[in-house]
Nanobody
Framework: QVQLVESGGGLVQAGGSLRLSCAASGRTFSSRYMGWFRQAPGKEREFVAGISRNGISTRYSESVKGRFTISRDNAWNTVFLQMNSLVPEDTALYYC?????????????????WGQGTQVTVSS
């Protein structure tokens, strides 16, 4: 198992930027695909972005495409989410997650390891 710890959340005005980080412990980080999910109050947890084991393949939800960028550094066991042009609808608890199935997955059920989350609040 890999322990995941998110950081970088906070309060930002609409149009601003934040960079989330997720530090992973353990020796299997590079063998796992990684993803960012978010959950707003009263809503289901939703996929935001995912990145393959080697960092070459990425995938984004339509709502963040062109604004968010996911990246990873396997030497430092860290995955990042750069969030630009933030809007109030991006307000949520953001989770880092990892999985071990083939390829790159986007469904909540296909991730078996989760962090505790970091809050992102975008004011209008």
């Amino acid at each position: 198992q890999v322990q995941l710890v998110e950081s970088g959340g906070g309060l930002v005005q609409a149009g601003g930027s934040l960079r989330l980080s997720c530090a992973a412990s353990g020796r299997t980080f590079s063998s796992r695909y990684m993803g960012w999910f978010r959950q707003a109050p009263g809503k289901e947890r939703e996929f935001v972005a995912g990145i393959s084991r080697n960092g070459i393949s990425t995938r984004y939800s339509e709502s963040v495409k062109g604004r968010f960028t996911i990246s990873r550094d396997n030497a430092w066991n860290t995955v990042f989410l750069q969030m630009n042009s933030l809007v109030p609808e991006d307000t949520a608890l953001y989770y880092c997650a990892s999985g071990t199935l083939l390829g790159l997955r986007f469904d909540v059920r296909e991730y078996d390891n989760w962090g505790q989350g970091t809050q992102v609040t975008v004011s209008s």
